[in-house]
């Protein structure tokens, strides 16, 4: 439930508070002293897209904060937690958002920031917002289906679900099959590159990082004679030579060992165990050095063959990669292609029939989905019309039909019944809802059969369906009830009013009948300082609502016309709201039952 929100620097309010209650809330107040920022800000409390041109003139941004209170077990709170939000010690939770001047919207939840559609994510199970955008977004065939299949609930939903799944398998494989036979021609003759290019890498047969490995074996080859001569130099440099008689390395090191070795001196006996390592490091150089040279022969014909084999690989290089490894990869990447273009009968035939099988299986779920829907329609129709009923339109009543959807030429159908459907990302049915005004009076589309107080009175009949059908607690209504006067007013009123004994019920609302059923009354009052309207939001006490309601009906807060009638309708309020009851027995009744 919501229990409280604050809002500062939002369009026309500067700062105010507003304190809702269980049951009904009515938010009241003239035209543009700000009631539409109320819903405004509650829309922001949802995680709907921030508009930075609602930040107060001259204020570097808005803010609203929202104090909630949860059920421990409810799966709201629970998504709140797993974001990181801290739960209060009294059980509430603070959501907040913040709107910048120039267009960032930041989030919080029980003092955490968090992506704002965490905030959409707990407004799902918390919060419905119905305005008369939603009325006019009805008005659409598709918002009609959209909106059958929400009343419908969760079986429609794992239905549709399905089905959705089943038509894009479908959709895929027919574009595939389509593409893979119009395109044929283009196909073959880029798959007949493709196997040049994989039989031309294959007869190669590149290995991975040769080409690295040829480039260092040409590069000693070639140059054998200068290596040789660098080799020879440094193995004498340590190993000595016979010819010259010249003193190696090694020699010189034993040397300089033997004279530390006649000593007693701690120090050079260090120096004399280092020495030691030394002289073996260099007789294992000299051993390296040794064998690299007997390694290393001038073979002009092994040079050839490398030079031969690089020139092989550049060829591949020159066409397909930067180097041999690249060309490797592209030659995965061809062979994955080529099954792609595979325009052979047998792929074909194999496509198609897969094809048929995924069409028959979006048939099989589609059909379900329309039977599903059908009965959805009639329980949604019937609720719809006893809503009517109950707002002053008795003689009306609502027809929601489900019928097949026409095919499109181009456009995708299946068989239902050996009759073609058409298909549709949403399933095979049209859906329409129609009014019927009044006994023996034909069904018309919604849009063409009623007036501005019967299409108000309609979708607030439609939404009030939708709430009862809707898990969550609080609703929220945006002058609904706009085009509506009079007694059907009043039956607004009460409908609105047995719609909150179950769910908190906030309204926005310019009637003073609806007004006057309130368990909580909010005015939005404006002043004026300059050129710059300032908002606030006050309660109205219990001995103030006459006056208020009178403004509502005649402009004059004070006229005894005004109060008398306003009276007159809280009195009617209060008396609707007060459960009858049950008549005590007599004595004598009593003595009769016995």
Do not use: C
């Not at 304190?19 to 003239?30: C, I, K, N, R, Y």
């Not at 289906?145 to 027919?174: I, M, S, T």
Request: avoid cysteine; charged fraction near 30%; glycine fraction near 8%.
């Amino acid at each position: 439930m919501l229990e409280e929100m604050r809002i500062r620097g939002l369009g026309v309010i500067e700062d105010a508070t507003l304190e809702f209650a269980p049951g009904l809330t009515v938010v009241t107040g003239e035209t543009g002293a700000g009631k539409t920022m109320v819903v405004s800000g509650l829309a922001l409390l949802l995680g709907e897209r921030a508009d930075a041109g609602v930040v107060r003139t001259g204020l570097a941004r808005a803010s609203i904060e929202g104090r909630l209170r949860l059920p421990e077990h409810a799966p709201a709170l629970h998504r709140a937690v797993e974001a990181g939000a801290e739960v209060d010690e009294d059980g509430t939770l603070i959501v907040a958002r913040t709107v910048a001047a120039e267009g960032r919207s930041r989030a919080h939840l029980g003092g955490r920031a968090v992506p704002v559609g965490v905030l959409g994510e707990l407004a799902d199970d918390l919060l419905a917002l119905h305005g008369q955008s939603g009325q006019l977004a009805l008005l659409r065939p598709a918002e009609q289906r959209a909106a059958l299949d929400r009343y419908a609930g969760p079986a429609v939903a794992e239905l549709l679900g399905g089905y959705r799944a089943a038509f894009a398998a479908w959709r895929e494989l027919a574009a595939d099959l389509d593409d893979r036979l119009a395109r044929s021609r283009e196909r073959r003759q880029e798959a007949d590159l493709l196997r040049h290019g994989l039989a031309e890498i294959a007869e190669v047969d590149p290995q991975p990082a040769e080409d690295v490995e040829l480039d260092a074996q040409s590069r000693r080859l070639a140059n054998v004679d200068a290596l040789r001569v660098a080799a020879e130099t440094a193995h004498e440099a340590l190993a000595g030579d016979a010819a010259t008689e010249a003193v190696d390395a090694g020699t010189l090191i034993g040397a300089a060992r033997r004279a530390i070795a006649a000593t007693e001196d701690d120090e050079l006996a260090g120096l004399h165990q280092r020495l030691g390592e030394a002289a073996t490091l260099l007789a294992d150089v000299s051993a390296e050095l040794g064998g690299y040279l007997d390694r290393l022969d001038a073979d002009p014909a092994r040079l050839a063959a490398v030079e031969e084999r690089r020139a092989a690989l550049k060829t591949l290089t020159r066409k397909y990669a930067e180097d041999v490894d690249a060309v490797l990869a592209w030659a995965k990447q061809a062979a994955e292609r080529l099954d792609e273009l595979d325009t052979s009968d047998e792929t074909l035939a194999e496509l198609a029939r897969r094809r048929d099988t995924a069409r028959a299986e979006t048939a099989a779920v589609g059909a379900k989905l329309t039977k599903a829907r059908t009965a959805a329609a009639r329980r949604f129709a019937t609720a719809v019309t006893a809503e009517l009923a109950g707002l002053a339109m008795p003689d009306a009543s609502i027809e929601l039909t489900v019928t097949p959807r026409p095919v499109e030429a181009g456009a995708m159908s299946v068989l239902i019944d050996d009759h073609e459907v058409g298909a549709g990302q949403d399933g095979l049915d049209e859906v329409a809802i129609a009014l019927v005004p009044h006994r023996g009076a034909p069904a018309r589309p919604l849009q063409r059969a009623a007036s501005g107080g019967e299409l108000s009175r309609v979708m607030l009949a439609v939404e009030v369906v939708f709430a009862d059908a809707d898990p969550v607690p609080t609703m929220v209504f945006d002058e609904v009830d706009a085009g509506v006067g009079g007694q059907a007013a009043v039956e607004v009123g009460r409908r609105l009013a047995m719609l909150a004994v179950d769910h908190q019920v906030i309204v926005v609302t310019h009637l003073p009948q609806v007004a006057a059923y309130a368990d909580r009354h909010l005015v939005v009052d404006k002043d004026r300082s300059g050129s710059v309207t300032r908002s606030g939001v006050r309660a109205v006490a219990e001995s103030e609502r006459a006056r208020e309601l009178a403004r509502m009906l005649a402009g004059l807060a004070d006229s005894e016309l005004g109060r008398a009638h306003a009276e007159e309708l809280l009195a009617t309020a209060a008396a609707d709201k007060t459960p009858p009851k049950k008549p005590k027995k007599t004595a004598r009744s009593q003595q009769r039952s016995n």
